[in-house]
């Protein structure tokens, strides 16, 4: 399953808010904000999610566990949290634009321009008071009136409101961004020119912003990344470009589908081809034989039960590929998983199959793919030994289509709820604790078991378009996938791998 995730944390890092280019930003952004998106009678699905009481509930416990952290890093007083919690909703309800710049992670600057009312602008300005202990010292900057609190340990922060407009930001790395988005609203009204039929628009820097992702991220190989999202009927539509620094040698041999073993009902279906080439794995990873992100693969979810989840990928021969995969991978990844969760690989060659051992509730396990000669299979449960064919429209996404790196297809509600299930097993240390509190577990767990009710189909595709650049294309009701949904939400509640 490892390179499932891997290829949805892309994906997921590519979902994040970014926006219009900045001057020395590894991070920009413009966004319509979520009221826009509740003021869309077309995103049925979408807006129900966000009217959820479930979904309120979390997004104010996401917002005050954020509002946490940076208080810690601001180190702000012990009431900062409520004081910063709404200042942090507005910024995502309104329209807004920024830049963050990431060139020193002890002191990472940012600029914000959020649209707001002069009531608002006065509530963040007696909030940020009290957050930090003193009103402030006055100053001016393009002819506004703005505060300034100084701190020696984590710079200076800063507010401007102008013309229906609040300025925040901190330190001065980004003294242009303040300076354009000032004498835009001088002569404009408006920081930036405002998005026609797009929600958002934004550009990330992964090698600028390494210091501030987590380690996961840090599998993909940094690259430019330019965002849109749009909404659609009753779904997001996202486009992205990633531009990496120099052309990527990629393997595309044409696909070897292994019709025979996917079956309905489906309600998944992904296939990638040679992902490694747009990955940082380290060596013992890359170098195996029978290696899925080196060669080709395909997967998919059945509907029957949960997790009846399976993958296979193409080898030269079932038997041979089999035996030394499990002599080249236990070593390497044996001392990982008994760290990780006490778990570990066994390898029964009787019946020449390599099982993860000791997880709770399923058994992985890897063998010849049979009655495929050819093909090695991953199942979490055995595979229905009946079952009707995939539909031919199917294979037909990926036949004829020669730059396609990665395609995946799923229903996103049935996905969330076994990506969720996986999340507490696979994770699971047995004696130890994890960040999460018990009222994060419960919002959490309550949210995501309301959504794997009724949300549709979510389809991304990947191409490759030049030798340095990939293409992104994903629609789907929410913008985001099953897995990305349930890594988001571990995050904000500090769950899962850190």
């Given at each position: ?6 290829i ?17 930003a ?19 699905s979408?807006?129900k999610?966000l009217?959820?009481?479930k ?34 909703a507005d ?20 600029v914000?321009a ?15 008071a ?13 002819q ?17 409101p102008a ?15 303040q ?13 930036v020119v ?10 990330l ?12 991220v840090k599998?993909l ?19 992205a ?27 998944s279906?992904t ?13 013992p990873?890359?170098?195996?034989d ?32 089999m035996?030394?995969?499990?002599a ?40 010849p ?40 297809w ?7 709820q076994?990506w ?21 577990l419960a ?11 009724g ?36 995050w ?7």
């Amino acid at each position: 399953m490892r390179m499932i995730v891997v290829i949805s944390v892309f994906l997921f890092t590519a979902m994040l808010p970014m926006g219009t280019r900045g001057e020395s930003a590894a991070a920009s952004w413009h966004c319509s904000g979520i009221a826009a998106l509740e003021a869309d009678t077309n995103l049925t699905s979408l807006n129900k999610v966000l009217a959820s009481p479930k979904s309120i509930a979390f997004r104010e416990f996401a917002l005050d566990r954020l509002s946490g952290l940076l208080s810690q890093a601001w180190r702000l007083g012990p009431h900062s949290v409520s004081l910063l919690s709404p200042l942090l909703a507005d910024s995502l309800n309104n329209e807004s634009c920024a830049a963050f710049s990431a060139e020193d992670p002890a002191k990472a600057g940012f600029v914000l321009a959020v649209r707001m009312d002069s009531q608002k602008s006065k509530a963040w300005q007696e909030a940020l008071a009290k957050a930090f202990g003193s009103p402030g010292e006055q100053f001016t900057a393009e002819q506004f009136t703005g505060r300034r609190w100084d701190k020696a340990s984590s710079g200076p922060f800063w507010i401007i409101p102008a013309h229906g407009w609040l300025l925040a930001g901190r330190g001065e790395k980004l003294a242009s961004v303040q300076s354009q988005y000032l004498k835009e609203i001088n002569r404009h009204g408006r920081p930036v020119v405002a998005l026609a039929g797009i929600w958002l628009e934004g550009d990330l820097d992964l090698n600028a912003l390494a210091s501030f992702l987590p380690d996961w991220v840090k599998l993909l190989k940094p690259g430019k990344i330019h965002i849109r999202a749009a909404p659609g009927a009753d779904k997001l539509e996202v486009n992205a470009t990633v531009i990496y620094p120099s052309a990527i040698s990629w393997n595309s041999k044409p696909w070897k589908l292994p019709k025979e073993l996917v079956q309905n009902p489906l309600v998944s279906f992904t296939a990638g081809r040679d992902l490694a080439a747009f990955l940082q794995i380290n060596p013992p990873f890359s170098n195996f034989d029978a290696n899925p992100l080196t060669n080709q693969f395909c997967a998919w979810a059945i509907g029957q039960m949960p997790l009846q989840t399976y993958m296979t990928w193409p080898v030269s021969n079932a038997t041979n590929a089999m035996t030394n995969l499990a002599a080249e991978l236990r070593p390497v990844v044996n001392p990982i998983l008994k760290n990780l969760n006490g778990t570990q690989l066994l390898w029964q060659p009787e019946r020449e199959r390599l099982v993860w051992s000791n997880l709770r509730v399923v058994a992985p396990e890897i063998q010849p793919a049979r009655p495929l000669k050819d093909y090695l299979l991953l199942s979490l449960f055995p595979r229905p030994p009946f079952g009707k064919p995939a539909p031919e429209d199917l294979w037909r996404q990926l036949e004829g289509g020669g730059n396609v790196v990665y395609y995946d297809w799923e229903m996103t509600g049935a996905r969330l709820q076994e990506w969720r299930l996986l999340s507490g097993m696979l994770w699971f240390r047995p004696g130890k604790h994890n960040n999460e509190s018990d009222s994060g577990l419960a919002v959490k767990y309550e949210l995501l078991g309301e959504l794997g009710n009724g949300i549709g189909k979510t389809v991304t595709e990947i191409t490759r378009t030049a030798p340095n650049e990939l293409s992104i294309v994903r629609q789907g009701p929410l913008g985001l996938t099953g897995l990305e949904i349930v890594l988001l939400s571990d995050w904000l509640t500090a769950a899962g791998p850190q």
